[in-house]
C-alpha cells in the first residue's frame, strides 16, 4: 500500500499534504472520444446543432468548464484549486464520431489530471443529455490523460 499517496500508515483514506511542494505554472489535457452515430452528427450544421435545451455544444463546453471547477467536490481526495484557464474544443471526426479535448492551466502545487479528465466526461454527458431525444445509441468510448506538464514529471500519451 506504500505506493498510493492517498492511504496514510494505518491503511485510512488521506488527504496528501501538499504544503512543502513549489508552486509551479501545471497544465493537463485530457481526451474524450465519443459515438453520436450518423443519426445524430446528420443533424448537425457548421459543427453545431441547437435543440429546444439550446446550442449543444456551446453548452457542453460551459458544463464541461464547470464541471473543472468543482472537480474537489466531486472526487474526495481532490484539493479545491484556483483554476487559471480551462479550454474545451470538440470536433466532429467522422460521421458518426467526436473528440474533446479539455486543457486544463493553474500555478499551484498540485497537478489538474483529474479536473481535466472530470471537465471531458462532463462535455459528453451534457452531449448525451442533449442529443438523447435523437438516439440513445451514444456511447462514451474513451476518456484519458493524453499530457501534463508541471510538478514533478511531464509525460506526453499518444492520442
Do not use: W
Not at 8 to 22: E, F, H, L, Q, R
Not at 132 to 151: A, D, H, P, Q, R
Amino acid at each position: 500500500m506504500s505506493n498510493f499517496t492517498h492511504i496514510n500508515k494505518k491503511g485510512n483514506p488521506k488527504m496528501v499534504n501538499v504544503s512543502d511542494k513549489k508552486i509551479t505554472k501545471r497544465t493537463a489535457i485530457a481526451k474524450a472520444t465519443m459515438f453520436l452515430g450518423k443519426e445524430v452528427i446528420s443533424n448537425f450544421s457548421d459543427n453545431e446543432l441547437t435543440t429546444k435545451k439550446g446550442s449543444v455544444f456551446q453548452t457542453a463546453i460551459i458544463a464541461g468548464i464547470q464541471a473543472v471547477k468543482k472537480t474537489s467536490e466531486l472526487i474526495p481526495m481532490c484539493h479545491p484549486l484556483l483554476i487559471n484557464g480551462v479550454d474545451i474544443d470538440i470536433k466532429i471526426i467522422d460521421s458518426e464520431n467526436i473528440e474533446v479535448f479539455c486543457e486544463v492551466t493553474i500555478e499551484g502545487k498540485t497537478g489538474v489530471e483529474m479536473e481535466a479528465l472530470t471537465g471531458a466526461n462532463i462535455t459528453c454527458l451534457t452531449i448525451y443529455d442533449m442529443c438523447k431525444s435523437i438516439s440513445k445509441k451514444m456511447v462514451i468510448k474513451e476518456v484519458k490523460l493524453v499530457e501534463k506538464t508541471g510538478g514533478k514529471s511531464d509525460i506526453k500519451i499518444p492520442s
